[in-house]
């Protein structure tokens, strides 16, 4: 498992807040390694633009540069993931609302893509696989707790994908098609000014298990998958 990186300084929350380096740092926690090429033509972005942001991510220490490799005459740099960005609750408080904004913007542009594709691909076939969209109303005190109860199930989501991979690793390489490559998207925010006309969704609507959402939605920007 790759390392998290605890953020509180809001100039590397500002650093991290483009589509483009939240799309970069997503594929090269799937890939074990990608040049700037290759994350150009998988993005459809030019060559200039993707070296720029792959540079910016490796001064801040999120890239790590692994191999270089000679291409006609030139030379080809390859990056792989060193960290996982998470903010912490002092950085985001910190951080200028036309930042957090731009940086949640970001992420759930790649949630959108990310959990579209594996719907795509069957991704919610399983009986027991979960989506899920609940209007609430809550008061302070409220807001705090149902905060509290979903970082708390974000840490058991830790624990258990945790004892998953002891158990794969134990059983050995001839088992790892019980390796079910999985997504969880867990979010709360305030709703204020957005208008909610689906009655089903303003009394909750939901598939297979009920599941909570977390706050900050960037900590847990990831699709909904079961291969």
């Known amino acids: ?11 590397l929350i500002k650093a991290l807040a483009h589509p483009l380096r939240i799309r970069i740092l997503a594929i090269l926690e799937e890939r074990e390694m990608a040049s700037p090429n290759e994350l150009s033509e998988m993005l459809g972005v030019s060559l200039g633009v993707m070296s720029y942001h792959v540079r910016r991510l490796h001064a801040l220490g999120f890239l790590e540069l692994v191999r270089r490799t000679p291409r006609r005459g030139a030379i080809e740099h390859h990056y792989r993931g060193k960290a996982r960005p998470v903010v912490t609750d002092e950085g985001w408080a910190e951080t200028p609302s036309i930042v957090k904004r731009a940086m949640v913007g970001a992420s759930l542009e790649q949630v959108t893509g990310y959990v579209n594709k594996a719907a795509s691909r069957g991704g919610f076939d399983r009986p027991d696989a979960h989506l899920s969209r609940r209007s609430l109303t809550l008061d302070e005190r409220g807001w ?16 258990i994908e945790g004892e998953s991979t002891e158990r794969l690793r134990e059983a050995g390489e001839e088992h790892g098609d019980d390796a079910l490559t999985s997504g969880i998207v867990l979010m709360l925010f305030e709703a204020a000014g957005v208008p909610e006309n689906d009655a089903a969704a303003a009394k909750g609507e939901h598939l297979g298990r009920r599941s909570s959402r977390r706050p900050r939605p960037l900590h847990a920007a990831a699709g909904a998958e079961l291969d």
């Open 144 to 159: 705090r707790q149902l905060a509290v109860e979903l970082e708390k199930l974000m840490s058991k989501v830790d624990e």
């Open 1 to 11: 498992m790759k390392p998290y990186s605890d953020i509180t300084d809001p100039r």
